[in-house]
């Protein structure tokens, strides 16, 4: 039963009020000092006191090198924290915070030393003066970041991250170059330190005989039956992408278990250690109890103890290499695996057995730990790739190098560099626009062995389309801002009372507006720099506020700024819909900050003349510049020939299809189709082509209008149809994913447009060498070549007679030389970043 409206709107007055509290808190300690004496620990989301930041914890806490050091675990298990006040209850120098707290909130704000081995939440920003090293936990062998299926958007926050760290700890040279550098996107915008030392965790796995025995007590005072035997450790990875979505597998666990058991025989004992983020789940499971490790013994300390180690893609295993002890591998789904998520290296090269089934399993483990491990081939030449530098010193040569500042003789190193010029690109909202397009467009043909480029994008969210952002290219590293801005309530409101003004602050002016923006450029960006920013939509002040806030280049070099103009920017600010001008506020706010960008692109050289003349006002005419738009002709060419009914793919097949699909389908060659594509606003003037239609069609009734597009004016358009009673001749499509489908069965192009920018419709019309009409406006002249178009006057009569001369063979197919006008395009662009 849903809620009543009452009781839902107080609810949410409710959250919104809480996250402006909390927003506030954490603007107050965001203005308090760093504490260069504290050091915040966090380890896989506050599962416990682990990993890599446990070992570097323990090690400055006995260093009496480091005595002044105060420290502040981040824990959310409250069996971790209980064993947590076991060991340190009145320790004047240790304590802890409950993550998702205020107490979180304030420690994360001010503490000087922040060690992670996963990520901070997506408002967490770095502030100056504060450290951060991120360690990760593990090295990889299943895909990371941007190597994964969707991995651009998954990888989000983690990257946001690693950019934001002074310091990334890498196990060994394959995590620094793969996962790192390639996987991440960090080669050239990533300026901090790599440090390729080893892992701190890793020490901790040399036990003496009195701390073996300690883990095997532990392990029985939770309900672990060893009976005396050797361990044998089970620890499969998880089967999530995202650590807040984790998959539920505890029957399969259950039965594999058991199976595994019965291979390895009775004189072992398996422990399984499930992956901390699905410990919960297990945790919750009786059938378990008498084999899962307590999630808070460290993983490394179970390795320690353990004679032999299954997985199957955890990362864990290259851990265990430093043993010298017998891995095998269980991998029940390896072609699911490989096609969901996939692996970096083949499974038949692994430095163990690996076998399907659980059982089989086992008894190869039995083998190995009864000839030992050199009865694998592989084995040594693994260690000696992945665990090099495994000697039980490596935290502290990683404290050394951190906290001490000690770099000489160490293997720390700053991220590769490539000499690519390095370019970063706002998108815009990724809708299936014409904006869209032609930043698409953009990035498919920069050649991407000379340029460095980053995609900035918006959260995803209902209005994104993932077929349209699935078309960024690969080579492009995308950022996608998530989270809110920092700062208390009134400094926001200050900032938007001057966006509603028109009258945005400079940079550089009012240190508030300043400390702001800066703030949220690293806390989207991290210290990351680049040479060329582009605001390739140009209709969002917050957007163009954050572009003109990027810092120099790392040479000092002042970094290059554009903003696109994809029409004639002064009259869309005044264009009405539904008789509000929904622009005019943003686009002023916009306007104001032209002064400070160096470049003023607009899509037609017809359009830069306008927009120099009509914005001399906010910018000096030198720095308009023209960048036409860049078609993909492979794009189009492959959905012209895509089959109609692909269209209706994921509409209910119980439903009537749409009445312009059935009119197209039954159409035997009599009928006669103009087609146009474009969001259904103002500008566009559809109103004005269904009425010249409606002339052109009284005398000839065998054409048909095909309009496609969605968009606020919809319903009004519809009514128009409806009233002139032409429903089974001018047809409402909505927005299609792939309007060139329906371009190549139609006859005839038209477009009604009051203004346009460069009309990409244009472009791709020609492409698929369609006949044109269009009513005259200042960018029409230029988007083709001379004679392509047929122009006609901004009236009902004048589009009416251009549609019947092509109707009477007057309109021959609109012909691009596509080479030669993608080569003077991107000539147009390269000038702009040789400026």
């Given amino acids: ?86 060991e340190f209850a009145g320790h004047p120098r240790v304590s802890f915070v409950r993550r998702g707290s205020a107490s979180y909130r304030q420690a994360l704000a001010v503490s000087g030393w922040l060690v992670n081995n996963a990520t901070f939440p997506t408002w967490f920003g770095k502030r100056p003066g504060q450290v951060y090293l991120n360690t990760w936990h593990g090295t990889p062998l299943k895909l990371m970041g941007f190597d994964m299926p969707a991995g651009a958007v998954q990888s989000a926050n983690t990257l946001r991250n690693f950019l934001m760290s002074d310091y990334l700890l890498a196990a060994n040279p394959f995590m620094a170059e793969t996962m790192y550098e390639s996987a991440y996107r960090l080669t050239n915008v990533y300026p901090g330190t790599i440090i390729e030392e080893g892992y701190p965790r890793i020490d901790r796995q040399r036990l003496d005989a009195a701390a073996e025995a300690a883990v095997r007590a532990e392990l029985e005072e939770n309900g672990v039956v060893l009976d005396g035997k050797p361990i044998v450790l089970f620890a499969p990875t998880w089967r999530g992408s995202s650590f807040d979505d984790p998959e539920d597998n505890i029957d399969e666990l259950a039965a594999q278990l058991a199976a595994l058991q019965e291979g390895l025989g009775d004189d072992r004992v398996v422990v399984l250690k499930t992956h ?27 390795l320690g103890a353990a004679a032999g180690l299954v997985t199957d893609y955890s990362s864990i295993f290259f851990d265990y290499l430093a043993t010298g002890r017998p891995v095998a591998f269980f991998t029940p789904d390896a072609d699911l695996y490989a096609e969901g998520r996939g692996t970096y290296m083949p499974l038949d090269t692994l430095p163990g057995p ?68 390095r370019l970063l690109v706002y998108l815009g909202g990724m809708k299936p626009n014409g904006i869209t397009t032609s930043a698409l467009n953009l990035l498919g043909a920069l050649d991407h062995t000379e340029y460095d480029v980053t995609a900035l994008l918006p959260k995803r969210g209902a209005s994104t389309d993932p077929l349209t952002q699935a078309r960024i290219p690969a080579e492009v590293r995308q950022v996608f801002r998530i989270g809110g801005m920092n700062g208390s309530k009134a400094v926001h409101l200050r900032r938007r009372i001057d966006d509603w003004r028109g009258s945005p602050r400079q940079p550089g002016v009012e240190p508030w507006h300043e400390n702001l923006w800066r703030a949220e450029w690293t806390r989207v960006f991290g210290d990351a720099r680049f040479d060329w920013v582009a605001d390739f939509s140009g209709y969002g002040p917050l957007w163009t506020s954050l572009l003109l806030h990027a810092p120099a280049a790392a040479d000092g070099r002042p970094v290059t700024r554009a903003v696109w103009m994809h029409n004639e920017m002064a009259a869309d600010r005044e264009r009405t819909v539904n008789g509000k001008a929904r622009m005019k506020r943003n686009l002023g706010a916009v306007f104001a900050m032209y002064s400070e960008y160096d470049q003023l692109v ?154 346009e920018g460069q009309p990409m419709v244009l472009i791709e019309a020609a492409i698929c060498e369609m006949p044109i009409v269009s009513t005259s406006f200042g960018s029409v002249f230029g988007a083709l070549p001379k004679g392509s178009i047929r122009i006609v006057e901004q009236d009902d009569e004048a589009l009416a007679d251009g549609m019947t001369a092509f109707l009477d063979g007057e309109v021959p197919p609109a012909r691009l030389d596509v080479d030669a006008y993608r080569a003077d395009v991107m000539a147009e662009f390269e000038a702009l970043l040789e400026e």
């Fill in 1 to 86: 039963m849903s809620l009543p409206s009452s009781v839902r709107r107080l609810r949410t007055g409710a959250r919104r009020l809480k996250r402006a509290v909390e927003a506030e808190r954490i603007a107050f300690w965001r203005s308090r000092p760093v504490r260069s004496d504290q050091v915040l620990y966090e380890s896989f989301a506050g599962n416990g006191v682990l990993c890599n930041p446990e070992a570097i914890f323990r090690h400055l806490l006995d260093d009496p090198t480091y005595a002044q050091l105060r420290h502040v675990w981040v824990i959310a298990d409250d069996a971790a924290i209980a064993r947590f006040r076991a």
């Fill in 602 to 755: 607009s899509v037609s050289h017809q359009l830069t003349e306008l927009n120099r003349i009509e914005l001399a006002a906010y910018a000096p005419a030198d720095r308009f510049r023209t960048v036409r738009n860049f078609p993909d002709v492979e794009h189009v060419t492959r959905g012209m020939r895509r089959p109609l009914a692909e269209l209706l793919d994921g509409t209910d097949p119980e439903e009537p299809r749409p009445a312009w699909f059935e009119a197209l389908q039954e159409d035997e060659g009599d009928l006669r189709w103009f087609i146009t594509v474009g969001r259904l606003s103002p500008e566009k003037n559809h109103a004005r082509l269904i009425r010249a239609f409606l002339r052109v069609h009284a005398a000839h009734p065998e054409a048909r209008l095909l309009i496609v597009g969605g968009g606020p004016l919809r319903a009004d358009l519809q009514r128009q149809i409806a009233a002139a009673g032409a429903e089974d001749v001018v047809f409402l499509t909505g927005a299609q994913r792939n309007p060139y489908a329906l371009l190549a069965a139609s006859d005839c192009f038209v477009l009604s447009s009051l203004y």
């Fill in 354 to 421: 690996v076998s399907a089934d659980a059982a089989e399993t086992g008894r190869a483990l039995r083998g190995l730990l009864a000839e030992g491990v050199d009865a694998h081939p592989r084995y040594a030449d693994w260690v000696e790739r992945f665990a090099p530098f495994e000697d039980g010193e490596v935290t502290a040569r990683v404290v050394d190098i951190v906290f001490g500042g000690r770099r000489e003789g160490r293997r720390a190193r700053p991220t590769a560099r490539d000499g690519r010029k």
């Fill in 276 to 302: 901390q983020i699905v410990h919960a789940h297990a945790a919750g499971r009786p059938e378990l109890a008498r084999t899962l490790a307590p999630n808070t013994i460290p993983a490394n300390v179970l």
